[in-house]
């Protein structure tokens, strides 16, 4: 959400990190032999107290893609729009082939680079379509993958960087809001060393209180097998059960690293957390992270290497309730919480000083919209939508506040006009007339001006007859 100052937080370039090791790390000279990796029949249960929310055992025919009803696929060198080579400076193309993304048949993912004769890099890299895995108020979120990193070592993995990592939300249709919205880096790898690294990335870059572009990171060797030639369990927590929030990163059931919400400001830690996230699995070639630590890809690296993941699952305990939140069997004509968004593109939630307290959301701006599933208007028709707005928007600035049914490129059922209110949490109740609804639709709040700047905020709504 912008400041009263007109600051906007949606500026900043994406790029991952690059974390100093702690201490020496040299280069592996010899290579690994490439063994055949195993897979578990299936994600472990959860423990006492957790709750499944998500999981993907990838079982499946051997050279057939993800399921795409939990997976996307994210093409080519960089989102539409965003920055280029994925902010981060590698230089494969991502693909949806099966060359690069596929099931071995044997319950694995194997994500693979691939380079052809003309030294043209390619790989792969999915993300859930699910972007709201976040801890339920009071109660903890674990994000944990079976993994074995691309086994090859020394020379010949120059360049290789394997990873599996959560991004904010608000990032996806954004893609200019880094590190602001946040990013939590489970596992890192790269040059084939034994060194797993960990990392939240926040607040402002370069600098910044999370010290971008290297973030808050932590890094340690796996236990027992190396990286590169073994499965590891890799696992975040994020803790809301604590007075003091925390996020915590462990390998193998090893506690290695920890970032407590103490250690930035409050206004950082709530852009970087006040929101769900999505989960990304991939293999980079080349980058800033790599760079760190040599370079490459180069003439020696042997491409073909995979990284293989065999189970992927999120888990939920405590709280006042359960990871995503309800959806569905909304009233239209009570008040709807601006934060309970079923999905997002381009908002922030943040503390609200208006009456009755709780969230807002904010940094509204051209083209940013939210998602409410469910909302039942009854068999009478609604005729009038009422939104809790408020704006510091500069001189000039203003939008569109607008209510479309069922798909974002439906035409709106109604809007209204928004500008400056006196402050980004001075408040006003405004009316719409709206064209007649009735049953039950999703509801998308949409946000439509003339101009880049963040023009409103969003605290609550509802429909009226």
Wanted: aromatic share 10%; charged share 15%; glycine share 14%.
């Amino acid at each position: 959400m912008s400041a009263p100052s007109g600051t906007s937080h949606r500026r900043g370039p994406l790029r991952r990190a690059l974390i100093a090791a702690a201490g020496v790390l040299g280069l592996a000279t010899a290579a690994a032999t490439v063994t055949a990796p195993s897979a578990t029949a299936a994600a472990p249960p959860p423990p006492s107290g957790w709750t499944q929310v998500f999981v993907d055992d990838f079982n499946g025919a051997a050279g057939t893609g993800v399921n795409t009803t939990n997976w996307r696929y994210a093409t080519g060198t960089g989102y539409p729009g965003g920055p280029a080579n994925w902010g981060t400076g590698e230089i494969e193309t991502m693909t949806s082939s099966t060359d690069n993304v596929s099931l071995d048949g044997n319950g694995n993912l194997r994500i693979t680079p691939r380079r052809d004769a003309s030294g043209r890099w390619t790989s792969g890299r999915i993300e859930t379509n699910r972007a709201d895995f976040q801890p339920p108020a009071g109660g903890k979120l674990r994000v944990e993958a079976r993994i074995q990193v691309p086994n090859v070592t020394g020379a010949a993995a120059k360049g290789y960087w394997p990873a599996f990592w959560m991004l904010g939300a608000p990032y996806r249709g954004n893609y200019w809001n880094w590190p602001a919205v946040g990013e939590l880096d489970i596992m890192e790898n790269t040059q084939g060393l034994n060194t797993v690294w960990a990392t939240m990335h926040c607040g402002t870059s370069p600098g910044g209180p999370c010290n971008e572009t290297s973030g808050i990171g932590g890094s340690t060797a796996c236990p027992g097998t190396t990286c590169q030639a073994g499965f590891h369990t890799y696992r975040l927590e994020w803790d809301r059960s604590t007075s003091v929030e925390e996020i915590r990163f462990y390998v193998d059931n090893t506690h290695f690293h920890t970032v407590r919400e103490n250690q930035v400001d409050a206004t950082t830690w709530a852009n970087a957390t006040d929101h769900g996230y999505f989960l990304i699995l991939n293999v980079a070639m080349g980058g800033g992270f790599p760079d760190a630590f040599g370079g490459g890809p180069d003439a020696g690296t042997v491409p073909g290497h995979s990284m293989v993941v065999d189970y992927v699952q999120v888990l939920s305990a405590g709280g006042s309730g359960t990871t995503p939140p309800p959806t569905g069997n909304r009233d239209a004509y009570g008040a709807i919480q601006a934060e309970s968004f079923d999905g997002q593109s381009g908002v922030f939630t943040e503390s609200t000083s208006d009456t009755g307290g709780g969230q807002n959301i904010g940094a509204l701006a051209n083209g940013d919209w939210a998602l409410y599933r469910g909302v039942d208007f009854g068999s009478t028709p609604a005729r009038q939508f009422v939104a809790r707005v408020a704006s510091g928007a500069g001189a000039g600035v203003s939008g569109l506040v607008e209510v479309r049914l069922d798909s974002r490129s439906n035409p709106p059922v109604g809007s209204f006009a928004v500008g400056n209110t006196g402050g980004w949490q001075s408040w006003r109740t405004v009316p719409a007339n709206i064209s007649s609804v009735t049953g039950t639709h999703d509801v998308y709040l949409t946000f439509t001006s003339g101009q880049p700047a963040d023009f409103v905020n969003v605290n609550w709504f509802h429909f009226g007859r």
